[in-house]
């Protein structure tokens, strides 16, 4: 992409040399002073980029202005309500007296088979919940022990 910046502004830069070279010899070799052709060439060069620029800017001007008109008073970032115990209660089928206590369990090991069924439940907090699943019966019996 610089490659081709280059290329485009190519001559303005070649016009920009001519320009510092002629001026230099002016200045310190005695030369004439710079034509004037070369002078007005890259001027004009310039004047195109800056009608280029400011269009640009315009456009995006004009973008931002269209946007904050047509989305003014939507606000499209929600936040998610909280899932509750009752929501995992119904997604895992165990009782939400069982999923509030995983809820007080800083760390918590989930894990699922294959098809995403809950296998075993284990809590890292010592003194909190005992660890279920394991060559046991289904997770939802086990806690369902363990609540009562």
Excluded: C
């Excluded at 280059?6 to 070649?14: Q, T």
């Amino acid at each position: 992409m610089w490659l081709l910046y280059l290329y485009f502004i190519r001559e303005a830069l070649i016009d920009l040399y001519y320009l510092a070279e002629d001026s230099l010899q002016w200045a310190f070799a005695g030369a004439e002073r710079p034509e004037l052709p070369t002078i007005s060439r890259f001027l004009d060069t310039m004047e195109n980029y800056g009608i280029v620029i400011v269009a640009n800017g315009a456009a995006l001007i004009a973008w931002a202005l269209y946007n904050q008109i047509r989305f003014r008073g939507h606000d499209r970032h929600r936040i998610g309500e909280p899932v509750s115990a009752a929501d995992l209660s119904d997604l895992y089928g165990i009782p939400a007296e069982v999923i509030a206590t995983w809820q007080e369990s800083r760390i918590l090991i989930m894990q699922h088979d294959a098809d995403g069924t809950l296998t075993m439940v284990i809590p890292k907090d010592p003194g909190k919940l005992q660890p279920t699943g394991q060559q046991g019966p289904p997770v939802a019996d086990a806690w369902k022990e363990q609540a009562m």
